[in-house]
């Protein structure tokens, strides 16, 4: 027979003994000791319970039979002070009956020890308990952990929450000619509404629904809706102010996260309203004087999706008379389930407008409607309403406009020159670079295509015909090309001095700003004033490209010898 | 005749170690203790400290290996708990006995 003992793989634990009988105490402490564990001991219940409090031992093995308390409630004081920790119990019994050692683990025991005591089982018994109450404490360490996150990822969005409200505060969406239904949460949900009136009485609006949820589809709404109200404080038209949202959002937001959105301009002074719709379910055009719905779809793709190249700022126009209302939603509403799991869907939608006796009671039926749909399971925290009526202007009263947000019109009172000479003249291309610095200035950057044009005109100007001395006469013929850029070739290899500048001159203007640009070439110059009359004759390409810069510019005066040019380019907000 | 099961008994020296002879001892004082408390209780006509006694008896003797021992104070037991002593006199004078022979063979280990 197998008498050696297994010594305890883990580290040494301290175990309760509690029996009334001495030599079993004894037994029981020899085993004990000799798997490496310290030994407390009790000889009654009562004793017991005062050791477990004082000692705070890992594992009990407790007799079922002692004065002054026995083991079954010794047990049940243990249990609760031991809360919610696990301090295994073992009881000692020679009772044989399942039904008694049932009861056993019935009061509170863990396990139960029969005698003769088997040193091997006990053992082995140690050991397991042992590896449950470490099991245990990894548990409940864990859950700790876990709620501590919890709370910390609760606050986080409270305080998320509040920066937002800050960022996207309500603007004018209380103004008489506006009815809206939005949840407090709609910053985890994604949604955004935004409203503001322009200098001009305009009002903008912006209905922005983010994928996703939660809080990286409220990181989006912060910058969108600054430059929203940013913008439309300073006259910017819708146009622009979308292009530079788009820019924004493309810049600023994951592959796959994007906004669709609609935004509009309310023109009381035009009686119209514009609109630009990306990735939203269609929106309703109600005509006060039919009653009739004009449906009115999305034309683009949602915002943060496409590159400033490739996005189109197109919008739809609409005349409106008073009392003509515009209906815009998230696709919460379309998408709103009824506890069954039915879809709310566009059919109920029209037959709410359908069955209206009186507009102005609209759109408290389309919400009492859904709200009676979605019923009781009411996840009415992701349905986003505006209803905007055209009104007379001078029931709205005047539009408080908010200077406080960003600097979102960028420079407007700056020079820059930039020179290129020698050997870098014939190398470098300057362009991109002094484009990117036009582009500080938002309405510029819409006019990016025809900067770049005018700038590569006026820089090869310079540089082939003011530095290299070439003529545009060379250009004429059937081999003309072949022979110009023959010479061009040759001028270029021979040039080591020449030079080009460039300087750029923005000043703010009463409605926009105004852009300076001079060129100025090393070269001998050209006599201007004779060709100042031949100036609307295009000959082919083969002019100074005079008639584009002009189609552009206001203005282009020669100085100097002909060999300074300078072009301006103004450009205003909109006054619609 | 011996009363003790010698190979229990070895295992019980491999598991108590140098602390066997002070197990021996603690069984002896603790066995003439409640032997003289069975005397006690018995005269006193408490059936219930008989079976309790006997119960306490038991589980010592069997610690100690010894089984016939054990088995005397186990009737000993089930009387009082059956709180009828007839004949539990006899009992413990048997018991008494072997207790004596048991213990000059722990004390010749």
Request: aromatic content about 8%; proline content about 3%.
């Amino acid at each position: 027979m197998d008498t050696s003992v297994s010594a305890s793989a883990e580290a040494p634990l301290k175990i309760l003994i509690a029996d009334d009988n001495q030599t079993d105490r004894m037994i029981l402490s020899a085993i004990v000791k000799k798997m490496g564990h310290a030994v407390v001991t009790a000889e009654d219940g009562l004793v017991a319970v005062e050791q477990f409090k004082a000692e705070q031992p890992d594992i009990i093995l407790l007799d079922v039979m002692m004065p002054n308390m026995n083991g079954q409630d010794a047990a049940v004081q243990i249990k609760q002070l031991a809360g919610e920790d696990m301090v295994p119990i073992i009881f000692l019994t020679s009772l044989q009956d399942a039904q008694d050692l049932a009861a056993c683990l019935d009061s509170g025991g863990d396990d139960f020890l029969t005698k003769p005591y088997n040193k091997v089982i006990l053992q082995a018994k140690i050991n397991a308990f042992s590896r449950m109450r470490r099991m245990n404490s990894t548990l409940t360490k864990q859950r700790d952990v876990i709620r501590a996150n919890n709370e910390h990822l609760m606050h986080e969005q409270e305080v998320a929450k509040a920066v937002y409200d800050n960022v996207a505060h309500s603007g004018c969406l209380d103004s008489p000619n506006l009815k809206y239904m939005l949840s407090p949460f709609s910053v985890f949900n994604g949604d955004v509404l935004l409203a503001a009136r322009k200098p001009s009485g305009s009002m903008h609006l912006l209905l922005g629904d983010f994928t996703g949820h939660g809080l990286p589809a409220a990181i989006g709404a912060m910058p969108l809706a600054e430059i929203f109200y940013g913008m439309t404080a300073k006259g910017f038209n819708m146009a622009d102010i979308i292009r530079e949202i788009n820019m924004k959002l493309k810049n600023v937001l994951p592959v796959g996260i994007f906004c669709c959105a609609c935004m509009v301009n309310l023109s009381f002074r035009k009686q119209e309203i514009e609109v630009w719709m990306g990735g939203l379910p269609d929106y309703y055009l109600y005509r006060s004087k039919t009653g009739q719905l004009e449906n009115v779809a999305s034309s683009h793709l949602p915002l943060g999706v496409l590159s400033s190249h490739a996005f189109d700022a197109t919008t739809q126009k609409f005349k409106l008379d008073l009392g003509d209302k515009f209906y815009m939603w998230s696709d919460g509403i379309i998408e709103a389930r009824s506890p069954q799991g039915d879809l709310y869907g566009e059919p109920r939608l029209q037959s709410v407008f359908k069955n209206n006796q009186d507009p102005e009671q609209l759109f408290d039926e389309i919400v009492h409607d859904v709200n009676h749909f979605v019923g009781e399971s009411g996840k009415d925290d992701d349905t986003t309403l505006l209803e905007v009526t055209m009104i007379d202007e001078a029931n709205l009263g005047k539009a408080a406009i908010d200077l406080t947000s960003g600097a979102v019109n960028g420079p407007t009172d700056w020079r820059m020159a930039y020179s290129l000479r020698g050997d870098t003249l014939k190398t470098f291309n300057p362009l991109p670079v002094m484009l990117n610095i036009l582009h500080d200035v938002p309405t510029l950057r819409s006019k990016s295509g025809e900067l770049y044009t005018l700038m590569a005109e006026l820089f090869s100007n310079a540089l082939e015909h003011g530095v290299l001395g070439l003529s545009s006469e060379l250009k004429k013929g059937p081999d003309g090309f072949a022979r110009y850029y023959g010479e061009r070739s040759k001028a270029m290899a021979a040039m080591t001095e020449g030079s080009v500048e460039f300087v750029f001159d923005h000043r703010p203007t009463e409605k926009g700003g105004s852009l300076l640009i001079r060129v100025t070439d090393s070269g001998k110059g050209f006599d201007y004033q004779k060709n100042i009359d031949n100036q609307f004759k295009s000959e082919g390409y083969s002019g100074r490209g005079i008639p584009l810069i002009r189609s552009i510019c206001e203005s282009i005066e020669y100085k100097g010898d002909g060999n300074i040019v300078e072009v301006v380019i103004k450009w205003q907000t909109d006054i619609s | 005749m011996s009363h003790l099961n010698l190979d229990e008994i070895n295992e019980l020296k491999d598991i108590m170690e140098d602390g066997f002879g002070e197990l021996v001892e603690a069984f002896i004082a603790d066995s003439e203790e409640k032997l003289s408390a069975l005397h006690d209780a018995l005269a006193q006509g408490n059936a219930t400290r008989v079976g309790e006694l006997g119960h306490s008896l038991k589980g010592a003797s069997g610690n100690i290996c010894a089984a016939a021992l054990a088995d005397i104070y186990k009737q000993i037991e089930h009387a009082g708990r059956d709180q009828n002593l007839d004949g539990v006199a006899d009992m413990v004078s048997q018991a008494e006995a072997v207790f004596q022979e048991v213990r000059v063979e722990l004390q010749a280990l």
